[in-house]
């Protein structure tokens, strides 16, 4: 069974730097999709970034030019890295990995709170 588990989150001031990390187990890792997607309270859950195998990314409009996706497959881990945080940006950010279109697996998330 596909375990994600994510890590990197916290509080953060705006304009500050966070980057969170989703390492995978039991899978194997360079042929999946890997996303992020993230859910703020009383709102569904959107998708953050995705990265495919081949290391194609795209990103949600709302975090270009301030996210970057990335992943090492050596380590099993894709990284979201998220500069110039805004406060909309809070929210619990989970990782899934995916293949040929279905979803196979999601983390347990991890918060990130932008405040001052």
């Known amino acids: 069974q596909v375990q994600l588990v994510e890590s990197g989150g916290g509080l953060v001031q705006p304009g500050g730097s966070l980057r969170l990390s989703c390492a995978a187990s039991?899978?194997?890792?360079?042929?999946?999709?890997m996303g992020w997607y993230r859910q703020a309270p009383g709102k569904q859950r959107e998708l953050v970034a995705t990265?495919?195998?081949?290391?194609?990314?795209d990103l949600a409009t709302s975090v270009k030019g301030r996210f970057t996706i990335s992943r090492d497959n050596a380590k099993n881990t894709v990284y979201l890295q998220m500069n110039s945080l805004k406060p909309e940006d809070t929210a619990v950010y989970y990782c899934?990995?995916?293949?040929?279109?279905?979803?196979?697996?999601w983390g347990q998330g991890t918060q990130v709170t932008v405040s001052s």
């Open positions: 990265i495919t195998g081949g290391s194609n990314t």
């Open positions: 039991r899978i194997i890792f360079s042929i999946y999709t």
């Open positions: 899934n990995a995916q293949f040929a279109g279905a979803v196979l697996a």
